[in-house]
């Protein structure tokens, strides 16, 4: 950020009086500029124990596997985010959605929020983001394709989740751990 | 939003290419500028089966009591969003915290995670922007002073759960209904 959204000015990074964090605050009006995490709200929807997947037609990880998932919009639920983005991505209609898990991504300020639900019908196909869309098994899932960390956990934990037989309205809750080499460890809180 | 964080010319509200919504698009160096939901964090923290609770002592809703909760902020966890708030809050040490709830407010454009846990210690007292804390009595609650809605669902949904002797991994959900009268109703999804 360098310039006022309000006024146009030039802002600078400072600690407003109250505050014990670095904004961006505008040198003209004054307006503090806060800047927060996003929540990315996403579905794990079965169709008869196949799990839906769509391949990404969108940079990043172009051409990987990926549970349908997107930023959530001003004006919905974290819910209807979930099913907004089932449908955009897979053109999937979810139904029976129950929160499954809360993941931090604190290094980069994300929130997922992931849902299970059922698809209403088979009928699936790729939205405008994604190449092509597949109802997997669990033993075909496309582990080493997929597109992001959060997704490989979403779906350990589902699996775990079913051969727990736990009740269904568990929720999980975890956080990314970036290490120094890229790679995400999970713990469970 | 009037101008560009990037290079300070002045914004549109166009729907982009491949977009379905308006976005303030900047006319200048074609920046698109995103909002999103806030996601706000807090705590139903006891002490011996009382409740902590904060007298607000800044807008909105000054004087009134409140949950421990504030907006989440870049770079940490759900849950240490609701510690940090805590401790900022009511200079009060959270330990054991879980997921409680996951409230949608679409009118505002939030989303309340609420955890659930101990005081480490009875140690509390008011920070910067309380007038003071108390520990209540479930029968003490001051229902009628307190400051949103949210907080409210928070404690009823609490005293429900604790009643029920649900098992402790119990995450709700909830979205708000702004009425037209401005009261808030629920609906558990």
């Given at each position: ?53 769509c391949r990404r037609a969108i940079?990043?990880?172009y051409g990987l596997w990926t ?22 991505e ?35 196909s790729a939205g405008t983001e994604s190449l092509e869309t597949g ?55």
């Amino acid at each position: 950020m360098k310039f006022c959204s309000q006024c146009g000015q030039a802002v600078r990074q400072i600690i407003p009086q109250g505050d014990n964090r670095l904004r961006f605050v505008c040198a003209g009006c004054g307006t503090i500029h806060y800047s927060n995490p996003n929540n990315v709200c996403g579905a794990i929807l079965t169709w008869q124990d196949k799990i839906l997947l769509c391949r990404r037609a969108i940079e990043p990880r172009y051409g990987l596997w990926t549970l349908p998932a997107g930023f959530m919009e001003n004006g919905e639920t974290v819910m209807e985010a979930a099913a907004r983005e089932s449908m955009e991505e897979a053109n999937a209609v979810a139904k029976k959605l129950d929160l499954f898990a809360v993941f931090s991504l604190p290094h980069i300020s994300q929130v997922y929020l992931m849902f299970h639900g059922e698809l209403a019908n088979e009928q699936v196909s790729a939205g405008t983001e994604s190449l092509e869309t597949g109802l997997f098994n669990i033993a075909d899932i496309p582990w080493s394709e997929l597109a992001f960390p959060v997704i490989n956990r979403s779906l350990q934990l589902y699996i775990e989740h079913l051969q727990k037989d736990t009740k269904r309205s568990a929720v999980y809750t975890a956080t990314a751990i970036k290490q120094a080499d890229g790679k995400v460890d999970w713990v469970n809180r």
